[in-house]
């Protein structure tokens, strides 16, 4: 069974000057039950590590790492003999990894244990799902940011405009059981086993969260947890205090967020966490856009492609297999 907290998704930029266009381009989910998926985004490969991948008793950076050799190497006849790459990898995941795009953390609760508070819906304190004219057991929190914006995608060109997102909702509560029947991907008999049918998640993208960065992700899921919980219980007591009532002490995990809660205000002025770092170098110029400073850093990093395949080598030397591979996979 799934458990009933930690972290849901995680999602991170790969570097690009690492991974085979043409691969990927064909391989969207590289194992079979979408652990880990991988979207284009520009010049990025998007990986998202989901929580049925995830050991929370093992350190996260190191589940990263055996996310990246799997889609490097695991439909290939290479995946057994290459493990040893998972730990060059891990001692060198700054270079893999460019930065965090979000990291989502949820709570599973008891449906007794969750009531909405219908005034908070109409004061505009939360936001109901609305789905072909039909409200749905979603909420989502007030901060929520979206805009109008030309359209430029050719599958909708009777579409002027489209909507862009500006700010993700910090907060999501919705009923899981149901998403998961919609969803029709786990067996009906073991949904009816799993007694948390509602889902409370914190949602933390670059747009909304000021601590999205690789450096937080370190350790196990506690860990993680108690780096992160003065962060979640600001956020607790901006969006879900007075508007859902939590009530019961099934979720050891969530009642630590509520504890800390009552000890913090409404903003986080916490040191644990390190801040979002740019996917920029410091000495880019601040005036470049996002897309401008990712053409400036893939430019400023295409030699060093060539380090990579030499410390590879000297890492891999007694094997001529994976040294071999080593330099196709880099490129000569």
């Given at each position: ?5 930690g ?6 930029l790969?570097?690009?000057?690492i991974?085979n266009?043409?691969?990927f ?10 652990k ?9 490969y998007?990986?998202s ?10 350190d996260?950076?190191?589940v990263?790492?055996e ?18 790459f998972?730990k060059y990898?891990?001692?060198n ?9 979000c ?31 039909e ?10 940011k979206?805009?109008?914006?030309k359209n ?7 579409k ?20 998961d ?12 086993k ?8 914190f949602?933390?993208?670059?747009d909304n969260?000021?601590f ?10 506690i ?8 962060l979640?219980?600001t ?14 002490r ?8 509520v ?20 996917i920029?170098?410091?000495k ?8 401008d ?10 030699y060093?492609?060539y380090e ?8 891999l030397?007694?094997?001529k297999?994976?040294?071999?591979l080593?330099i196709?996979?880099?490129?000569e």
């Amino acid at each position: 069974m799934t458990p009933i907290a930690g972290l849901d998704k995680v999602t991170v930029l790969l570097a690009p000057y690492i991974f085979n266009k043409y691969y990927f381009d064909n391989m969207k989910h590289p194992e079979p039950y979408n652990k880990i998926t991988i979207v284009n985004r520009g010049f990025f490969y998007l990986m998202s590590v989901h929580i049925e991948y995830v050991d929370l008793m093992k350190d996260y950076h190191l589940v990263l790492a055996e996310a990246i050799y799997d889609l490097m190497f695991l439909k290939t006849p290479y995946y057994n003999i290459c493990k040893i790459f998972i730990k060059y990898i891990y001692e060198n995941l700054n270079f893999f990894i460019v930065g965090v795009n979000c990291i989502e953390i949820f709570f599973s609760m008891l449906r007794k244990n969750v009531n909405i508070n219908r005034e908070a819906i109409k004061n505009g304190k939360l936001l109901q799902f609305n789905e072909n004219g039909e409200y749905t057991y979603s909420y989502y929190s007030t901060d929520y940011k979206v805009k109008r914006v030309k359209n430029t995608n050719n599958k909708t060109p009777d579409k002027e405009t489209t909507k862009k997102v500006i700010r993700h909702s910090r907060v999501h509560i919705y009923d899981k059981k149901n998403k998961d029947l919609l969803d029709n991907h786990i067996k009906y008999s073991d949904l009816g086993k799993n007694p948390y049918e509602i889902r409370i998640e914190f949602k933390l993208f670059r747009d909304n969260c000021n601590f999205i960065s690789l450096d937080n992700l370190k350790g196990t899921w506690i860990d993680i947890l108690l780096r992160y919980i003065e962060l979640l219980a600001t956020i607790f007591n901006r969006y879900i205090k007075n508007n859902i009532e939590i009530t019961g002490r099934n979720n050891i995990d969530f009642n630590k967020i509520v504890r800390k809660a009552k000890t913090v205000g409404k903003r986080y002025t916490g040191k644990k966490l390190i801040k979002t770092v740019p996917i920029s170098k410091e000495k880019m110029n601040e005036k470049l856009d996002d897309s401008d400073q990712m053409k400036h850093m893939i430019l400023e990093q295409k030699y060093k492609r060539y380090e990579l395949a030499e410390n590879l080598i000297d890492c891999l030397k007694n094997n001529k297999v994976i040294e071999k591979l080593a330099i196709d996979s880099i490129g000569e």
